[in-house]
């Protein structure tokens, strides 16, 4: 396909090269502007879910949300069990094994 449209474009090798460069920016330019911006949407990039919803426990929330918390940090740990600034994890869960 390359060869045939190199083929068909007129002129000396300066003049296929530069039709080369816009032909392929405005290919390019198409599909940045245009066909990704509509194609967005329908790709699922943006369904994630994190967690598994099947572990909570159906007897603690009610319909009327009665036996929910108003916080829901309220059982989150107070302290982050890794480092925020390295890679590396906190030398105390170390300690722990597993």
């Known amino acids: 396909m390359y ?5 068909k474009l007129p002129g000396p090798l300066w003049s296929r090269l530069t039709m080369s460069v816009v032909l ?3 290919v390019g330019s198409l599909l940045w502007y245009v066909v990704f ?4 949407p329908l790709l699922p990039f943006d369904d994630v879910q994190v ?23 309220a059982s989150a740990p107070d ?7 390295s890679n590396q994890p ?7 094994g597993d």
């Open 79 to 85: 302290t982050i069990p890794y480092s925020t600034t």
């Open 3 to 7: 060869a045939w449209i190199w083929r």
């Open 24 to 26: 392929l920016a405005a």
């Open 51 to 73: 967690g598994d919803t099947s572990q909570i426990d159906p007897n603690s929330v009610t319909p009327d949300g009665a036996g929910a918390s108003p916080d829901p940090d």
């Open 37 to 40: 911006p509509w194609a967005t």
């Open 90 to 96: 906190h030398p105390g869960d170390l300690a722990d």
